[in-house]
């Protein structure tokens, strides 16, 4: 039990790490929030698949502000710029507008997730089970493939030297 524990704190920290570079980043940050990303999205990947499949097929909360959503997909797709687009597996590349992945569209359903965990365990500290089912049941449902999906796009920006935090 005391390793469940303490992958709930992990996972609790992850997800306040992931918001929070979400949401200071702004217009004159350079690509470190990209490089800090590529490493913590790893670490949130394993951190979430350590705790488990939840044991109900149900979403215990949405955030259904989609307002909000689309402000701030359309502020990380301006943030991000041409590192934004990439390749799907399945696509056929032909041209730029084709490619089907975005990195500002995983990024957004990745944060809002792990922030309607977060809110519930602001509201009750004692809701921490909720919150971990949350991000459990959501993940296997939801982000985990938006989280896989960026992992690999980071990934190769970061390989071929395409970001690398020193700018």
Not at 38 to 44: E, S
Not at 108 to 134: F, P, S
Request: net charge negative; proline share 2%; hydrophobic share 35%.
């Amino acid at each position: 039990m005391a390793n469940i524990e303490s992958n709930f704190g992990e996972m609790i920290a992850q997800a306040k790490e992931y918001c929070q570079i979400i949401e200071h980043t702004h217009n004159d940050d350079d690509e470190r929030w990209l490089v800090k990303l590529a490493a913590l999205l790893p670490k949130l990947n394993a951190t979430i698949t350590a705790l488990g499949k939840p044991d109900k097929d149900e979403i215990a909360c949405i955030d259904p502000d989609l307002e909000k959503r689309f402000d701030l997909y359309s502020k990380l797709k301006v943030l991000l710029g041409e590192y934004d687009g990439y390749w799907m597996e399945y696509d056929a590349p032909q041209d730029i507008q084709s490619m089907s992945g975005s990195l500002a569209d995983d990024f957004t359903d990745i944060y809002c997730e792990l922030k309607c965990g977060l809110n519930v365990l602001e509201e009750n500290q004692a809701l921490i089970y909720q919150a971990i089912h949350t991000w459990q049941t959501s993940y296997y449902l939801h982000w985990g493939q938006h989280l896989v999906d960026a992992e690999r796009h980071l990934y190769k920006l970061c390989s071929s030297n395409s970001i690398n935090g020193k700018n």
